[in-house]
């Protein structure tokens, strides 16, 4: 079946603007994360919801970073006036552990890339 | 905290040969541990994890870890490494008991496969 995808795959902006970063987790999967991978860094987690929970905020780095889950599916991770050091690949995951599958499948990643 | 330690930042290896990627962690419990590959420009794929029981596990591709409490490490082997094998590897820990919220990764290490 389909995995996790996500959109745009690349991005440029210039320092100050908002992005906004998609991700379409696998169907039925409950639970999705973002991760953040900085040149030479290991995948730093930023957020993660779990149904209808109230989401896991303690990686975001900044108030300048949300996210938002959609209908327990879509999500959009914002990052408003974007830094150079914003500049990362930002991976999405889902899992589904209401289903007793405790691992996470990510996607390909949008890498952004703030001038 | 939980934390995970990759020492090998890149090896090199000759087509063939045997392979062991380092990889400790610290955690106050019971982890879940992982490896994932990312080749260049593709997410994450998951090769292997440990729950509980069997301290050797197999994983796809030829690859297999051993968990050792002792020594709080999760190395990832493989006898025989072939040119596809080039990639980046990293081991993650996850809280025992859920095993899908967020993961700690380690720094990664890259492999080279020489003719």
């Known amino acids: 079946g389909a995995g996790v995808s996500q959109s745009p795959s690349n991005k440029v902006t210039e320092k100050g603007k908002d992005v906004e970063l998609r991700c379409d987790p696998i169907?039925?999967?409950?639970?999705l994360y973002w991760y953040r991978q900085s040149l030479g860094q290991g995948l730093e987690f930023l957020i993660y919801?779990?149904?209808?929970?109230?989401?896991?905020k303690s990686g975001l780095p900044s108030d300048r970073f949300s996210a938002e889950r959609t209908g327990g599916s879509v999500s959009t991770l914002t990052i408003q006036r974007t830094q150079q050091e914003d500049s990362a690949v930002y991976l999405c995951?889902?899992?589904?552990?209401?289903?007793?599958?405790?691992?996470?499948?990510f996607g390909p990643g949008t890498r952004l890339t703030v001038t | 905290a939980q934390s995970v330690t990759q020492p090998d930042i890149h090896i090199t290896v000759s087509e063939g040969a045997s392979l062991e990627l380092r990889c400790n962690y610290s955690y106050g419990a019971t982890p879940y541990l992982f490896w994932y590959v990312q080749s260049p420009g593709q997410g994450l794929q998951l090769l292997l994890k440990y729950f509980s029981g069997d301290t050797l596990v197999q994983g796809i591709k030829g690859f297999e870890a051993e968990f050792k409490r002792s020594q709080s490490s999760f190395n990832l082997r493989k006898p025989s490494v072939h040119w596809s094998d080039a990639a980046e590897y990293f081991c993650a820990v996850g809280p025992w008991g859920f095993g899908n919220e967020k993961l700690t990764f380690g720094t990664g290490t890259r492999l080279t496969i020489i003719p």
């Open positions: 995951a889902s899992s589904a552990p209401l289903a007793g599958v405790y691992e996470q499948y």
């Open positions: 919801f779990q149904g209808n929970s109230a989401p896991d």
């Open positions: 169907s039925g999967h409950t639970a």
